[in-house]
């Protein structure tokens, strides 16, 4: 009876650690990945779609496959004077002020809906527009401006780190010049360790002239947003009577080398169905040892309420003892920074985790409750 009482309890222990801390570990490491591939092309997620205004030129996307690292950096050095060419001959007509108050490039960069983020993307500057519920860069110090500052005419700034020694302070605020503009800084992007963030900057959009507002574009976000450049395209249609086109996204070092093929997706997948099997397989093992526990108490003549407070409330216990070991061995590795990602994404990771390992937990002791109320003493008492 201990053997059994044991091999449960241990194993809703093990379990449940596992079904908590594995996937708080891989998602660390895939987010933590995608991150380095966002800060690459400049906090751009492959999730971007780049675009220009239409003027007859063709766009070609091809994967490649490289075999060395020189190979790798000529591809990327290939790809960047295309980008360079390409933002030297953008065709645009005169970007007006409209009745609304706001330039062309203004309202068709506003009207993609919500939750995404637009740009003037100009080297190692981004003139700003998001709305809704976007992941915004890295914040060190300070904030990134709101949805409604975007439009300001007055200049504001987030810039990385590397550039505060170019900053300066004045009645207690601290300002930089950008692109001709004196604009206050309100935060300071960037995250633990030295990255390509350190060197961007970003200022809202309604501050900059109509005239540097013109170049190439992208818009971003944490969802598909074909539909937010579908928008776009409609009112800058209308707007300019010019449409948009796509252009090809950055190409990293990790693209050139990777042949632009990635396998987080399936990888995942891979994970998940794994711990569902254990899941499945240890959840059988340990009903078969409870249903031959359950029906011996019972038969020795132990009441369903005790029952439970020999058999189910343990389980919970010991289940719910996983869970926590998960939170603190995450709380470890989150203060000890071992995910290169800030600590908000680490811990959402975390929480979202546990929680989902905790309905795993409901689920286990919902169905021991049910073998419960349908073990056959009689059958018990024959394989005993």
């Known amino acids: 009876m201990k053997a059994l009482h044991f091999y449960s309890r241990f194993s809703a222990l093990i379990l449940f650690f596992f079904m908590s801390f594995l996937p708080f570990f891989f998602l660390g490491i895939d987010a933590e990945y995608n991150l380095n591939q966002q800060i690459d092309r400049g906090y751009i997620s492959r999730n971007a779609i780049f675009f220009a205004p239409d003027v007859g030129q063709e766009q070609s996307s091809k994967a490649v496959i490289v075999a060395t690292e020189e190979e790798a950096q000529a591809i990327i050095e290939a790809s960047e004077a295309q980008d360079e060419l390409e933002s030297q001959t953008i065709v645009m007509p005169d970007n007006q002020y409209g009745e609304?108050?706001?330039t062309n490039i203004e309202t068709i960069l506003s009207s993609g809906g919500s939750d995404y983020f637009a740009a003037v993307h100009t080297g190692k500057g981004r003139f700003v527009y998001f709305s809704g519920n976007v992941m915004l860069p890295p914040i060190l110090e300070g904030r990134f401006f709101t949805s409604k500052e975007c439009l300001s005419r007055e200049p504001m700034a987030v810039i990385g780190k590397d550039l505060l020694n170019q900053s300066f302070i004045e009645d207690g605020k601290r300002f930089i010049y950008l692109d001709g503009l004196?604009?206050?800084v309100v935060g300071i992007a960037g995250i633990a360790h030295d990255s390509t963030i350190d060197a961007l900057y970003f200022i809202n959009l309604g501050a900059i002239s109509p005239e540097r507002q013109i170049g190439r574009y992208y818009v971003d976000g944490a969802r598909d947003v074909s539909a937010v450049f579908e928008k776009i395209q409609l009112v800058s249609s209308d707007q300019l009577h010019l449409?948009?086109?796509?252009l090809d996204l950055p190409m990293t070092?990790?693209?050139?080398?990777?042949?632009?093929?990635y396998l987080k997706?399936?990888?995942?997948?891979?994970?998940?169905?794994?711990?569902i099997f254990i899941y499945l397989s240890v959840l059988s093992q340990a009903l078969s040892a409870e249903r031959r526990k359950i029906g011996i108490l019972k038969v020795v003549g132990i009441s369903t309420k005790n029952v439970n407070r020999r058999v189910h409330w343990p389980l919970l216990a010991w289940g719910a003892s996983g869970i926590a070991l998960t939170l603190l061995t995450g709380a470890i590795l989150v203060g000890i920074n071992y995910f290169a990602l800030p600590q908000s994404e680490a811990i959402r990771i975390l929480v979202a985790c546990s929680l989902t390992s905790s309905a795993f937990l409901v689920i286990w002791l919902l169905l021991f409750d049910v073998f419960d109320r349908r073990t056959d003493l009689r059958e018990v008492t024959q394989q005993c």
């Not at 449409?243 to 796509?246: A, I, V």
């Not at 997706?265 to 711990?275: D, G, H, N």
């Open 100 to 102: 609304n108050g706001l």
């Open 253 to 261: 070092f990790t693209d050139a080398v990777t042949g632009d093929v």
């Open 243 to 246: 449409p948009m086109r796509r």
């Open 182 to 184: 004196a604009c206050e």
């Open 265 to 275: 997706t399936y990888l995942k997948a891979v994970v998940a169905l794994l711990l």
